[in-house]
Every structure is written in structure tokens, then in C-alpha cells.
Nanobody, 122 residues
Framework: QVQLVESGGGLVQAGGSLRLSCTAS????????MGWFRQAPGKEREFVAS????????GYVQSFQGRFTISRDNAGNTVYLQMNNLNPEDTAVYHC???????????????WGQGTQVTVSS
């Protein structure tokens, strides 16, 4: 059973950057797709980005493309989310999750991490 632990969140000023990490254990990381979601207070969990098993293919919500970049290191069992030019609307708990192949919708993901809080001040 894969377990996921996110890190890298924190408090940042508007316009700043953060790099989130999600490290997996207990499974074959290189055989699964990975994704990042976020959930703001009072809102539904929303898809941010995903990446295929081999890191070749990526998927993004169009509004995040250009500011957020997903990548992975299969040797280190880690997926990353580089977030640039952050604004207060990006404040949320960010979760990583496992999928079979490249996926972009919630129902195709399973095995969630507990999340890391990102807070962007104005």
C-alpha cells in the first residue's frame, strides 16, 4: 500500500514561490501516475496538475499552466509542484494522490496524502 507525505507548504507573500514535495513509500512509485489537488476552506477539492508514470506527459488546469509546474523523480519516489507568482487565491491545503496513468479528474485518483498548507498573504 502506497503512503504519501507532502511537504514544502508555508506562508509566502503574493508574487512569491513555493516548491511542494510529495514522497511515496510502500509501493512501486514509477508505475503510477501522480497528481496534485488543492482544497480551500469551504470549497471543493480541485485538480491542479498531474504527471504520467514516466514523467513524459503532464496535465494542468489551464488557469494554472504557466505558473505551476509538476515534475517527478522516480529514483527518489517524489513528485514536485513548483508554484510561482502566487496570489492569495492560491491559499489552500495541497494534496498529492496516486492514479493509474495520467488522470485529471478526482474519481481517477486514490491514496491521498494528508496535505500541506499553503498560505499566500497580500
Amino acid at each position: 500500500q502506497v503512503q504519501l507525505v507532502e511537504s514544502g507548504g508555508g506562508l509566502v507573500q503574493a508574487g512569491g514561490s513555493l516548491r511542494l514535495s510529495c514522497t511515496a513509500s510502500g509501493g512501486t512509485f514509477s508505475s503510477v501516475g501522480m497528481g496534485w489537488f488543492r482544497q480551500a476552506p469551504g470549497k471543493e477539492r480541485e485538480f491542479v496538475a498531474s504527471i504520467s508514470e514516466d514523467g513524459v506527459a503532464e496535465g494542468y488546469v489551464q488557469s494554472f499552466q504557466g505558473r505551476f509546474t509538476i515534475s517527478r523523480d522516480n529514483a527518489g519516489n517524489t513528485v514536485y509542484l513548483q508554484m510561482n507568482n502566487l496570489n492569495p487565491e492560491d491559499t489552500a491545503v495541497y494534496h498529492c494522490a496516486v492514479s493509474q496513468g495520467l488522470a485529471t479528474t478526482l474519481e481517477h485518483f486514490h491514496t491521498w496524502g494528508q496535505g500541506t498548507q499553503v498560505t499566500v498573504s497580500s
